[in-house]
C-alpha cells in the first residue's frame, strides 16, 4: 500500500468513528444504548456509502469500489429473498404441499393444484444453466419465459400502443368552430385561445403523420414525402428535447434527494 | 355477505343520522316515521357478456322520492325460490350492480330495496336470469381483425422474401456517414472505437449492432484501419470476434485478424464506462461507433467522445438516452432506424419482411388518422351528422376499444 | 430434443396467452400461465444470485487482481441471503410481513441499499452538467431544434419561467415559458412521442409473432 | 443573517458562471471535475437555505386531483409502488400525497408493488405516515399492505381478472378472504382509481398496457421525470392526467395543502425540493449557452 492510500484510509476511519460517536450520543427516541449504538453506525454507514460512490466523481479509487461491490451482492440476495417469500412462499407453496406450508406459516389453499408444479420444475430446469453440461436443458424454460412475453405482449401492444394510439389522434382541426369570421375577429396567441387550441391538434395530427413517415422505409424520401419526413424529424427533435429536459431535472432530484440525506440525516446542518 | 350486512349498516347509520338533523322540523319526522320511499322499478338481470358465466348485472330505475331521502339500495338475490338473501349494497347515485361468481347455468332473480330514512321498500322481483358464457369475445374483434392484418403483412413478406423476391428499403442516412467515418480515421491513422450497448445478446439491439459491425469490420480489413471493440458482456465478445474475423476472411487478409480487437471488460455498468473513458482518452480513436442497448452511460460516454474530438455516430433504440446521443453525436440512428440499417446490410428476409410488414402497418395507421380527422373535423366544425356517424360507427368501432 | 422442445414451448404458451384475450372460457389457463411466469421469474433471481456467487467465488479461489472487493460480494450476499430467507430480526417473526418495520432485511434496505441505489444515479446529475458545457452542442438544425426545445422544457418547469416571462400580456401568453413548456409537452411531444410508439408497438408485435412461430430463434443461442 | 448568505452564494456562483465563460472563450479547458464541484456546491447551498417557492398546478395534474376529490367516500384506490430507492426521491412524495389524499377522503387504500424495492418503501409510507398521521385509519377496513410480487406484466395480467389468484393472502401472510377490504373486490378493474407510481419497466406504462386498457379502469400515474414525456401520448384517454418529476409532485402538493389545511404542517419533501431544483437548472442551462458560446466562436475564428 502507499502512503498516501493509507493516510487517506486512516483520515476515513478516523471520521467515520468520529460520525459514530456524535451520532450514537445524538440520537433521538431510543430505549438502550445499544439501539442508541446501532443507529448512529447505520447512519454514519450510509452516509460512508453515499460518499464512497461519489468519490468516483474524482476518480476511480478503493472506497467506490468497495462500495460497488457491496452493491452487486447485497442487492442480488435481496431480490432472491423478497421473490421467495413472497412468490414462492405467498403463491407457489400453498397451492402444491401443506407441509411447506407449515414451515413457513402460511395458509394453504385447501387443495393441490399439480398443475402448479410445472413452474418449479421448469424453474430447476432453468437453474441447470450452472452447470456446465446441462445448460441446453435450461432453454425449455428460457422458452417458456420468451413465450409468455411474446404472447402477452403481443395483443396488448396491439391494442394500446397502436389501436388506442391511432384513434386518439382523430382530432378536430378546427376547434370550437363558429365560422371564419369569428376565428378572425377573436385571433390571440393566448395559450388558451381558440388559435393555439387549433394549432395544438394540427401539431398533433400532422406530428404523428409525418413521424411516422420518417420510420417509413418502403420508399425512397424525396420531393413531398421528402419534406414531409423532415417536419418529422423536427417533431421528433421537440420530442428529444422534451425528454432531455426532463431526464436533467430527474437526474438533479435524484442529487437533491441525496445531498438532503448528507445535510440534514447525517450532518444535520438545515435549519429549515 | 359481510359487505352486504355491512353496507346496510353503514347506509342505516347514515340514515338514523339524517334523520335526527331533520328532527328540527316536526312535520318531516311523522312523515319520515310512515311514509316508506317509492320502491325502485323495472329491475333487470341480464347475462354479462363475454366472461365464462359466473357474472349477472342487475340494473334497475332509481327510486322516484326525493333523492335526498334516499340513501341507498340493497340488492336481494334469489335462486328460484322466493328466498331472497342481500348480496350487496350501493349508494343512491348508482342503479347498476354486478353479481359476481355465481354458478355457470343456475336461475336467479333478484329484488331491490330502497332505503329510507324509515326502512327498505322492496320492488317487484326480477324476471329470473341465467349467466351464461361465451366462445369469443365479440368485444375484441376489431384487435383480432387488425392482428390478422398486420401479423398477415409481415408473415406474407417474410416468404416472399425467402422465395428470393427483391424487397426495396430505402438508404438510410446514417450509413452513408459510418463509411464517411471509418475512411476518416483510416486518413488520420487513428483507430476506431466500436461500443456495441451494454446488453447481452438476447437484445435485438445487440444483434443489430453485430450486423452493422459486419459491414464496419468489413471496411476496417480493406482500408487495413485498426478497430478497437471492449465489451460488457462474454457471449457479445464471442459472437463479435467471429464477425471481425470473417470480415478479414472475406477481404481476403485473415492473417491480420487478432483476438485483441474485441474484448471483455466487465459486467458492471460504470466499471466498464470507466474502462472505455480511460480507453478513449489513452488511444485518441478518431471515430466513435456506439450502436446497441444504452443506458446512462450514452452520455459519459459521447461527452468524452466530443473532448477527444472523434467523430460520433451513434444508434440506439431506447427513447431516453436518444436525445443525449442526437445532441452529442455527429449523426444518430433513430429507434427504428437501427433495425432498418441492420436489415439493410445484411438482406436477411426476417428482417427484411419484418420491416415491410411494419411499414404496411404506419400506411394503415396514417390513412385511419387522416380518415378520423377528417371526419372528426367535418362532425365539430359544421354539425355534418352522418361525419359523426361515420366517426364513431366505422372509426372508433375499429380503432378504440374505449 | 434442444431445439424442438424449446421451439414447441415457445409456441403453444404464446398462443394460449393471446387466445385467452379473445376467448373467454381460455382466460384462466391464461392466468395460470401468468402465474407459472411469475414463479420462473423468481428462479432467475436465483440463476442471478447464483451465477454471482460463482464469478466471484472464483475470482476469489483463483486470486485474480482485486479479489479483496469479490469477497465484498459474496459477505454482502450471503449475509443478506441470511438474514432475509431466516427473516432475522423481524418483530412479527416468520409469519410477518419480509419488510416489517426493524427487520434485519428492511435495515439493510435504508442502511445500505438505498444510499447505493440512489447515489448510482444522483452521480449522473454531475455528467449531465459537465456534458451540457462540453458536449451539448448546436452543430446542425437538429440538434438546434432540440436544445431549444429543452431550454423551453428546463425553464418552464421551474419557477424562473414564470418570473422572466410572467410581464408578457395574456393576448399573448401562449409565448409566457410556462405555457410554452405546456404546450410543447401536449403537442409536439405528445405527436413524437405517439409516433414513435406507434412504431415500437408494431415492432413488438412483428418480433413477438416471429418469436411464436419460431421464425426467430437467436434466443436459444448456437447449438454448441 | 440568511439573507446575507444567499446573496453571497449567489454572487460566487454566478461569478463562478461568468469566469467559466471567460476562461472558455480563451480557449482553455475546464477540467470536468470543477465542473462536479461546481453543481455540487450549487445545489447544496440551495438546499442549505431551504429557499421554497409557490406552485399552481398545471391542468394534467389537477386533472388527477380532481378525479381523487369527486370520488365517493369510500372508493377504492389501489397504489402501486413500482420504484426503487434511486427513484426515490422523485417519486415518493407522489406516493406519500395519494395516501394523505386518499385517507382524508375516507377511501380504500391497497397498496402494492411490481418491484422488489418497493415493498421496503411501502412499509416506510405506512409507518411514516399513515401511521402517525392517520391514527384512525385500521388495517385492513381502510388500508391493507399487498407487498410485492415478482413477475412483472405476470402479475397484472392475473390481476385484472382475479385478485386473489395472484394475491392468496396480504404481506403479512393474512389471507385475503378474512380481509374486509377484499369483500367486493374480485380484480383490479373493480378499482376506482389506481396510481401507478414509478419510472422503470415495469411501470405505468405496464399498467396501462395490463390493466388501464383492458379493465377500463381510470389510471393517474405518478412518473419519473424520465419517462414522463413517454406517457404522454396516452392522455388524456388512457391516463386521466399524470405527475411528472419533482415538478409534478410538487404541483400535487401544494394543491393538497391549500385544500386541506392539516397538510400545512407535514413535511412536503418535493415541495422544498424546487428551490435546489430552480437552481441546478440554471446552472445547467447556463454551462449549455457557455459551451455553445465558445463552440461558435471557435467556428467563425476557424472560418475567418
Known amino acids: 500500500m502507499r502512503k498516501s492510500t493509507m493516510i487517506v484510509t486512516l483520515v476515513v476511519v478516523l471520521l467515520f468513528i468520529a460520525s459514530w460517536i456524535f451520532k450514537t450520543m445524538t440520537a433521538p427516541e431510543v430505549d438502550s444504548t445499544f439501539d442508541a449504538l446501532t443507529q448512529g453506525f447505520l447512519v454514519t454507514f450510509a452516509a460512508f456509502l453515499t460518499l464512497a460512490?461519489?468519490?468516483?466523481?474524482?476518480?476511480?479509487?478503493?472506497?467506490?469500489?468497495?462500495?460497488?461491490?457491496l452493491y452487486v451482492g447485497v442487492s442480488a440476495a435481496y431480490a432472491m429473498t423478497l421473490g421467495f417469500w413472497s412468490t414462492l412462499v405467498g403463491n407457489l407453496f400453498p397451492r402444491v404441499s401443506e407441509t411447506l406450508c407449515g414451515w413457513f406459516q402460511v395458509e394453504f389453499s385447501g387443495q393441490h393444484d399439480w398443475q402448479f408444479l410445472i413452474p418449479p420444475i421448469l424453474g430447476i430446469l432453468l437453474l441447470m444453466r450452472l452447470s456446465p453440461k446441462g445448460g441446453w436443458i435450461s432453454r425449455w424454460a428460457l422458452a417458456f419465459i420468451v413465450g409468455t412475453t411474446a404472447g402477452l405482449n403481443l395483443p396488448r401492444f396491439l391494442r394500446s400502443d397502436f389501436i388506442e394510439q391511432i384513434s386518439g389522434t382523430f382530432l378536430p382541426l378546427l376547434v370550437d368552430w363558429e365560422g371564419f369570421g369569428h376565428f378572425f375577429s377573436n385571433l390571440s396567441l393566448s395559450a388558451s385561445g381558440q388559435f393555439v387550441a387549433i394549432l395544438s391538434n394540427f401539431v398533433i395530427v400532422s406530428g404523428v403523420i409525418c413521424g411516422l413517415i420518417y420510420f417509413f422505409f418502403s420508399k425512397e424520401h424525396k420531393g413531398a414525402f421528402?419534406?414531409?419526413?423532415?417536419?418529422?424529424?423536427?417533431?421528433?427533435?421537440?420530442?428529444?428535447?422534451?425528454?432531455?429536459?426532463?431526464t436533467v431535472m430527474g437526474r438533479i432530484s435524484l442529487l437533491v434527494g441525496r445531498l438532503t440525506f448528507l445535510m440534514d440525516d447525517w450532518l444535520g446542518i438545515i435549519s429549515g | 355477505m359481510r359487505?352486504?350486512?355491512?353496507?346496510?349498516?353503514?347506509?342505516?347509520?347514515?340514515?338514523?343520522?339524517?334523520?335526527?338533523?331533520?328532527?328540527?322540523?316536526?312535520?318531516?319526522?311523522?312523515?319520515?316515521?310512515?311514509?316508506?320511499p317509492a320502491p325502485a322499478s323495472k329491475v333487470i338481470a341480464l347475462n354479462h357478456k363475454y366472461d365464462i358465466g359466473e357474472i349477472l348485472d342487475v340494473s334497475w330505475e332509481s327510486s322516484t322520492s326525493d333523492p335526498e331521502l334516499v340513501f341507498g339500495y340493497i340488492i336481494y338475490r334469489s335462486e328460484g325460490d322466493n328466498k331472497f338473501d342481500s348480496v350487496g349494497a350501493v349508494l343512491s347515485k348508482i342503479n347498476s350492480f354486478s353479481d359476481e361468481e355465481l354458478i355457470p347455468g343456475k336461475s336467479y332473480n333478484y329484488q331491490i330495496g330502497t332505503i329510507g330514512a324509515s326502512g327498505v321498500a322492496l320492488s317487484e322481483p326480477s324476471e329470473p336470469a341465467i349467466p351464461d358464457w361465451e366462445l369469443f369475445n365479440l368485444e375484441m374483434w376489431n384487435i383480432a381483425l387488425i392482428g390478422f392484418i398486420i401479423c398477415g403483412a409481415v408473415i406474407a413478406y417474410i416468404f416472399s422474401a425467402k422465395a428470393g423476391r427483391k424487397l426495396f428499403i430505402r438508404k438510410i442516412g446514417g450509413l452513408e456517414a459510418l463509411e464517411e467515418a471509418v475512411g476518416r480515421a483510416t486518413e488520420m491513422g487513428r483507430p476506431i472505437l466500436f461500443i456495441p450497448g451494454i446488453q447481452d445478446m438476447d437484445d435485438v439491439q445487440t444483434l443489430a449492432a453485430i450486423t452493422i459491425l459486419g459491414k464496419v469490420a468489413r471496411v476496417v480489413a480493406d482500408y487495413d484501419s485498426k478497430i478497437m471493440m471492449p465489451v460488457s458482456r462474454s457471449l457479445v465478445m464471442t459472437s463479435a470476434r467471429e464477425t471481425i474475423k470473417e470480415a478479414y476472411l472475406s477481404a481476403g487478409r485473415p492473417d491480420a485478424y487478432s483476438d485483441d480487437m474485441a474484448y471483455y471488460v466487465t459486467d458492471e455498468q460504470f466499471g466498464y464506462v470507466a474502462a472505455v473513458n480511460g480507453l478513449m482518452v489513452r488511444e485518441k480513436p478518431a471515430t466513435c461507433l456506439y450502436l446497441g442497448a444504452f443506458f446512462a452511460e450514452s452520455l459519459i460516454l459521447s461527452e468524452t467522445g466530443n473532448s477527444i474530438g472523434a467523430i460520433q455516430i451513434a444508434g440506439t433504440a431506447r427513447p431516453g438516452q436518444l436525445p443525449f446521443f442526437v445532441a452529442a453525436c455527429d449523426y444518430t440512428l433513430i429507434g427504428e432506424e437501427l433495425f432498418a440499417a441492420s436489415a439493410y446490410l445484411s438482406g436477411d428476409p426476417k428482417q427484411l419482411g419484418s420491416l415491410k410488414g411494419q411499414d404496411l402497418g404506419k400506411v394503415v395507421a396514417m390513412v385511419a388518422i387522416v380518415l378520423g380527422t377528417l371526419a372528426a373535423t367535418l362532425a365539430s366544425a359544421w354539425d355534418i351528422e352522418i361525419m359523426q356517424k361515420f366517426l364513431d360507427n366505422v372509426m372508433l368501432g375499429i380503432f378504440s376499444n374505449h | 430434443m434442444k431445439r424442438t422442445v424449446p421451439l414447441l414451448i415457445t409456441g403453444i404458451v404464446g398462443t394460449v396467452l393471446i387466445v385467452s384475450v379473445l376467448i373467454p372460457p381460455a382466460q384462466s389457463l391464461g392466468e395460470d400461465f401468468s402465474l407459472f411466469f411469475d414463479i420462473i421469474a423468481v428462479f432467475a433471481f436465483f440463476l442471478g444470485g447464483g451465477n454471482l456467487f460463482r464469478i466471484h467465488l472464483k475470482k476469489v479461489f483463483h486470486r485474480k487482481e482485486d479479489y479483496g472487493f469479490s469477497i465484498v460480494t459474496l459477505v454482502g450476499f450471503l449475509v443478506t441471503l441470511t438474514i432475509g430467507l431466516f427473516k432475522i430480526g423481524n418483530p412479527e417473526g416468520i409469519s410477518g410481513s419480509i419488510t416489517a418495520a426493524g427487520s434485519g432485511l428492511q435495515t439493510i434496505f435504508v442502511s445500505i441499499i438505498t444510499p447505493l441505489s440512489s447515489t448510482m444515479y444522483a452521480l449522473l446529475a454531475f455528467y449531465v452538467a459537465s456534458a451540457s458545457y462540453r458536449a451539448f452542442r448546436a452543430k446542425n438544425r437538429e440538434a438546434t431544434i432540440l436544445l431549444v426545445s429543452a431550454f423551453v422544457i428546463l425553464l418552464g418547469r421551474t419557477p424562473l419561467g414564470m418570473m422572466l416571462t410572467g410581464w408578457i400580456p395574456e393576448q399573448f401568453s401562449i409565448f409566457q415559458i410556462p405555457n410554452l413548456a405546456v404546450w410543447i409537452m401536449n403537442s409536439a411531444n405528445l405527436a413524437g412521442q405517439r409516433s414513435i410508439l406507434i412504431g415500437v408497438g408494431l415492432g413488438v408485435v412483428a418480433m413477438s409473432l416471429r418469436l411464436i412461430l419460431g421464425m426467430d430463434r437467436t434466443y436459444l443461442g448456437s447449438d454448441k | 443573517m440568511s439573507g446575507i448568505g444567499v446573496y453571497i452564494s449567489l454572487f460566487l456562483i454566478f461569478g463562478g458562471l461568468v469566469t467559466i465563460l471567460v476562461y472558455s472563450i480563451k480557449g482553455r479547458d475546464v477540467d470536468r471535475r470543477i465542473i462536479f464541484a461546481f453543481v455540487f456546491f450549487a445545489t447544496a447551498t440551495a438546499i442549505y437555505y431551504n429557499i421554497e417557492f409557490k406552485e399552481t398546478p398545471t391542468t394534467i395534474v389537477k386533472n388527477v386531483f380532481d378525479r381523487l376529490e369527486s370520488l365517493p367516500e369510500g372508493s377504492k384506490v389501489l397504489i402501486s409502488f413500482d420504484f426503487d430507492p434511486a427513484m426515490k426521491p422523485e417519486v415518493f412524495p407522489m406516493a406519500n400525497a395519494f395516501v394523505r389524499h386518499s385517507l382524508v377522503k375516507k377511501h380504500k387504500l391497497y397498496l402494492m408493488s411490481l418491484w422488489p424495492q418497493g415493498q421496503a418503501l411501502m412499509t416506510e409510507t405506512i409507518e411514516d405516515v399513515i401511521k402517525v398521521e392517520f391514527p384512525e385509519v385500521v388495517y385492513g377496513e381502510d388500508y391493507v399492505m399487498l407487498g410485492y410480487k415478482a413477475g412483472n406484466e405476470g402479475v397484472l395480467n392475473v390481476i385484472i381478472t382475479n385478485f386473489r389468484k395472484m394475491y392468496p393472502s396480504d404481506a403479512h401472510n393474512t389471507n385475503i378472504d378474512s380481509i374486509p377490504l377484499f369483500d367486493d373486490v374480485k380484480s383490479a378493474a373493480d378499482m376506482d382509481i389506481i396510481f401507478p407510481i414509478g419510472g422503470g419497466k415495469p411501470g405505468p406504462k405496464e399498467w396501462i398496457l395490463f390493466v388501464g386498457d383492458p379493465g377500463q379502469v381510470p389510471m393517474a400515474p405518478g412518473l419519473a421525470a424520465v419517462v414522463a414525456p413517454l406517457i404522454y401520448p396516452y392522455y388524456p384517454r388512457q391516463v386521466i392526467g399524470l405527475l411528472g418529476g419533482v415538478k409534478g409532485a410538487a404541483e400535487y402538493e401544494s394543491v393538497l395543502r391549500s385544500k386541506y389545511p392539516r397538510f400545512q404542517d407535514v413535511p412536503a419533501p418535493a415541495l422544498s425540493m424546487m428551490g435546489p431544483q430552480t437552481l441546478a437548472h440554471i446552472v445547467i442551462l447556463s454551462f449549455i449557452v457557455i459551451g455553445n458560446i465558445t463552440f461558435f466562436m471557435k467556428r467563425k475564428k476557424a472560418n475567418a
Open chain 1, 226 to 246: 421528402g419534406s414531409a419526413s423532415r417536419y418529422g424529424i423536427w417533431i421528433l427533435m421537440i420530442t428529444f428535447g422534451a425528454s432531455f429536459g426532463y
Open chain 2, 3 to 36: 359487505i352486504a350486512s355491512f353496507g346496510i349498516f353503514i347506509l342505516l347509520v347514515f340514515g338514523c343520522g339524517l334523520t335526527a338533523l331533520a328532527q328540527d322540523d316536526p312535520i318531516d319526522m311523522v312523515e319520515s316515521e310512515i311514509v316508506l
Open chain 1, 53 to 69: 460512490i461519489m468519490s468516483f466523481l474524482y476518480q476511480d479509487n478503493p472506497f467506490y469500489k468497495f462500495a460497488e461491490h
